[in-house]
């Protein structure tokens, strides 16, 4: 098979220049105005020219004539250009972008479609991301789509008021319906993504006061400690965990409320829960200081038919809480292990670090 011959893209001739003389196809555009081409090179991009190409041409005619009409002619030189080089600049698609796009559907040229799906989608405006939205359509361009349509979402009070929104509510109420439905949706998911942050943030919350909670009954802080070790008075403000402070201040409560029943005060109710959420995710019930870890346990696997499942769903969220916040610690450490200006070197020249043997 005979190897196919790549053209300089650098400049490209009209018709009658003598400078191109294997140049075998002549693409005709609107204007009248002719651009000389060759056949191989069209058709190895666009199947569609090939089909074009190959068709059988009138008796007695040899000259091949390919009319691209109904765009602008500069931009049919810049269709031209890309076939050759791949390439498109900036200004040929901020000026030719929507032609450029309806002319790499027609054709069937994907990497010219990316590209206009890319370069339009940054030349979005509240004013015409409804015509680039119907445009986007007609050409099978789904990344594009997508983008419009966020477009629209973020700024619809804008888009409401331009002249492509109501042509789009008198005429075509399919897409109008399509638009609602779409913003619907993206209320919903943005609801839904703010539920999802606060309930990750109350987990995490959960999670550490947890680990705080097996701090204060296992290790002691300024206030509270376990029964072998008094309180560290002396000591400054825990550094460990920032829920440490108000956590003792409700142990202190709880240890002297006379109203020490569930329900029956809501600091002590809180303090239930903690103590109860604590006993369903520790594994060590036996040897565990905090108080009356094994008693909840215990009672728990009693009841455990009649468990409330919305409990059992609130331990999974804050042992996977828990779980992703050691990931994500771990994950950092190495990181600053691995960065020169924070690795151990570093650090072991600071005081108060040990240094590594």
């Keep these: 098979m005979e190897e196919k011959r ?17 140049a075998d196809v002549r693409v005709v555009t609107s204007g009248g105005r002719s651009v000389l081409a060759h056949s191989f090179v069209l058709g190895s991009v666009s199947p569609v020219l090939e089909n074009i190409l190959d068709r059988p041409r009138k008796r007695g005619s040899t000259e091949k004539i390919i009319p691209i009409l109904g765009v602008p002619c500069d931009a049919v030189v810049a269709f031209v250009r890309f076939l050759y080089s791949s390439e498109c600049s900036d200004e040929e698609m901020e000026r030719y972008g929507i032609h450029l796009l309806v002319l790499s559907h027609v054709f069937l040229v994907p990497s010219l479609k990316r590209r206009c799906e890319r370069g339009l989608a940054g030349q979005l405006t509240a004013e015409n991301v409804v015509d680039v939205l119907q445009l986007a359509r007609l050409c099978d361009a789904a990344y594009l ?19 492509a929104w109501k042509f789009v509510q008198k005429h075509d109420p399919w897409l109008e319906l399509e638009l609602l439905q779409f913003l619907e949706e993206a209320e919903t998911r943005q609801k839904r993504r703010i539920r999802s942050r606060k309930d990750g943030k109350l987990y995490l919350e959960l999670s550490e006061a947890m680990e705080c909670l097996k701090h204060i009954c296992t290790e002691g802080c300024t206030s509270v400690g376990p029964h072998d070790k008094g309180p560290r008075p002396d000591v400054g403000p825990c550094k460990h965990f920032p829920t440490c402070q108000g956590l003792q201040r409700l142990i202190r409560h709880f240890a002297s409320c006379e109203r020490r029943v569930p329900g029956g005060c809501s600091h002590c109710k809180r303090m239930w829960q903690l103590l109860r959420l604590h006993s369903s995710i520790c594994d060590e019930p036996d040897s565990c200081k905090v108080p009356l870890c094994r008693q909840f346990k215990l009672k728990s696997e009693a009841e455990k038919k009649g468990e409330d499942e919305k409990w059992k769903l609130l331990v999974r969220k804050v042992v996977s809480a828990k779980a992703m916040s050691c990931l994500s610690k771990r994950k950092r450490e190495e990181e600053m292990d691995r960065a020169p200006w924070m690795g151990g070197e570093w650090r072991a020249k600071q005081p108060g670090h040990l240094r590594p043997l």
Aim: with cysteine; net charge positive; glycine share 2%.
């Design 145 to 163: 789509r997508v983008k419009c349509l966020k477009v629209i979402a973020r700024d619809f009070k804008a888009v409401e008021t331009t002249e």
């Design 6 to 22: 790549r053209v300089s893209p650098a400049r490209f001739p009209t018709a009658g220049d003598e400078k191109v003389a294997d």
